[in-house]
Structures are given as structure tokens and as C-alpha cells.
């Protein structure tokens, strides 16, 4: 069977590369959105954060034979951490500020981060490899199934919509949009709201380690891995509008599968699809598909 022309298999396989693409970019646009909308901090450094992740759980197998499973845990901690001292240290300062300072500040957190995992481990990708759970592939009619990538996918979705569901449908994200807007309120009710952003931004934070874990499998693990995927990513979260949560997550997802499928249909636009339609979007609604109008 043939669309346009073209083989249904191969159609099934772009629309399940581009949902693994559009997870990577639905987490990574989510952590974003977090920080942003609760914190109200562009955080430049979300992709070297994301190649950490990605790094400590190479590191973790190579030096500590750490497996996949436990680095799917223990990594967006350690990050997660890493996150908040940057949090108490730098960014604390800056909330009452333009926006710019928080983005030149975390865009040489940026640089300082790949200059250090460079100049270690220099910029040739190094190879993870898939847990032995999850190799192989499943063969579903038209189209054989990767079981990794579909792990990808399903983790992916969960804990993007869990996040989405703790922060909008319950009394701690409750809590979180009040002491963002009105912080001497909530703390009038015993809530220590500086504990409290620390801890969203080290969620936030956590969020792109847990995706560099998953994509270590899957990319080779590099010192640029993070640059090449957050400009992508800033394109999301412009799209589906700064600071919303659900934006981010379904706008990643669209993105994803709309590449993928362009790269059957007209490869040489692939690589340029996304900021296409993020000057299209800006241009009809500058505040994004589900930003809110000022």
C-alpha cells in the first residue's frame, strides 16, 4: 500500500521517528515551560543540562557499572541537585530583573559546562548501550517496532502528563503558581517559598536529565549533544506558547511527527520545518498556540 507514492511501512517508521523526536522535545520543551512559567528565568542552560544527564549515565556504566535502570533514577537527582545549587547560588538574584540577565547568565553556564565535559572527553560521540530489557524489536504488521524506541515514547508521555497533572490539577501546583505570584501570601499560610523554587527548578532541571538519559541509548553521547537539540526546543516552547505546560508537551509531540514526515516528503526542509512554522505562528498569534495574551 502506497501514499503519494510512498511505501505505508516507511510512513509508519518517520511517524514513529518523529514521536520519539517529538518526546525528546515535549520534556525537554516541558522543563522549560516549569521554569519559566513558575520562575519566570529563560534558562539557556537546559541543553547542557540535558548532555549532563546523558553524561553521568555513561559515566555511571563505564567507571561505576551503574545500569540503565538505576542511572533512570539516581542521574535526574544528581542533576536535579546540581540544578538547585545553581538556583540558590546565581539565579535568586536575578528573578526581579529583565529577562535578559537570567539568559546571559545561564548561557555561560552554558559554555562553562561543555567546555568542561570538551576538554575531557572532547566532541566524538561516545556509544551507550541499550538495556538488555529493552533491545530487540516487535514486529506489528506493517511495521517492526524498535522496543526501545517505543520505552521512549511511553516514558516519555508519562511523566510529561504526570507533571502537567501535579502542577495544574493539584494543591502543590497550586501552591507553586500562588508563591510565584504572590509570595508573601503564601508564605503568611508557613510556606517557605524560596525552598519551594529551588526545588521547581531543580525539578525543571531533573526533567532534562532524565531525558539525556533516555536519549543516551540513542544518540551517541557528545559535549554538543545539548546545543544541537535546545535551539529546536526554544522554537517548542515559542510555538506553544512561553510558560504553558500543556503547549509544550503537545506542540513537542506535532513538531516532532510534522519533521518526520517532511522528511519523506520534502527532506531538504526537514532541518528548517520548525522555525518555519514558529515565524508563521508568531506572526498569527505572537503569544503562541496556548500562550496567554498580555
Known amino acids: 500500500m502506497e501514499i503519494f507514492g510512498i511505501p505505508w511501512s516507511l510512513m509508519l517508521s518517520q511517524l ?16 522549560l515551560a516549569v521554569i519559566f512559567g513558575l520562575l519566570n528565568i529563560i534558562n539557556f542552560a537546559h541543553g547542557a543540562l540535558f548532555m549532563m544527564g546523558a553524561f553521568f549515565a555513561w559515566m555511571g556504566l563505564n567507571y561505576f557499572g551503574i545500569n540503565y535502570w538505576f542511572a533512570l533514577l539516581i542521574v535526574p537527582v544528581v542533576v536535579g541537585v546540581f540544578g538547585i545549587l545553581i538556583e540558590r547560588s546565581m539565579l535568586r538574584w536575578l528573578y526581579k530583573l529583565d529577562h535578559l540577565y537570567g539568559l546571559l547568565l545561564t548561557f555561560g553556564i552554558t559554555l562553562l559546562l561543555e567546555g568542561v565535559f570538551r576538554s575531557f572527553y572532547g566532541v566524538s560521540g561516545q556509544p551507550y548501550q541499550v538495556p538488555a530489557l529493552l533491545s530487540g524489536a516487535t514486529d506489528v504488521g506493517a511495521l517492526t517496532l ?8 511511553v516514558a516519555s508521555l508519562t511523566v510529561c502528563f504526570a507533571t502537567w497533572f501535579v502542577i495544574e490539577r ?14 508573601k501570601m503564601v508564605e503568611a499560610f508557613g510556606i517557605n517559598v524560596p525552598v519551594m523554587v529551588s526545588l521547581t527548578y531543580g525539578f525543571g532541571v531533573a526533567l532534562a536529565a532524565f531525558a539525556g538519559v533516555l536519549a543516551a541509548p540513542i544518540m551517541q553521547v557528545s559535549s554538543l549533544m545539548g546545543s544541537n537539540l535546545i535551539i529546536v526546543v526554544f522554537a517548542v516552547v515559542v510555538i506553544g506558547g512561553m510558560g504553558s505546560i500543556m503547549g509544550s508537551i503537545l506542540t513537542g509531540l506535532g513538531l516532532g511527527v510534522i519533521e518526520g514526515f517532511t522528511r519523506v516528503f520534502y527532506p531538504e526542509l526537514s532541518a528548517t520545518v520548525v522555525f518555519i512554522l514558529m515565524g508563521i505562528v508568531l506572526l498569527i498569534r505572537p503569544a503562541g498556540l496556548f500562550g496567554k495574551e498580555k
Not at 514513529?16 to 522543563?31: C, D, E, Q, R
Not at 493539584?170 to 509570595?183: D, H, M, Q, V
Open 16 to 31: 514513529l521517528l518523529g514521536l520519539v523526536n517529538g518526546s525528546f522535545y515535549a520534556m525537554m520543551s516541558l522543563g
Open 146 to 153: 524498535p522496543n526501545y524506541r517505543a520505552w521512549v515514547v
Open 170 to 183: 493539584t494543591k502543590i501546583g497550586s501552591y507553586l503558581r500562588a508563591g510565584t505570584e504572590n509570595p
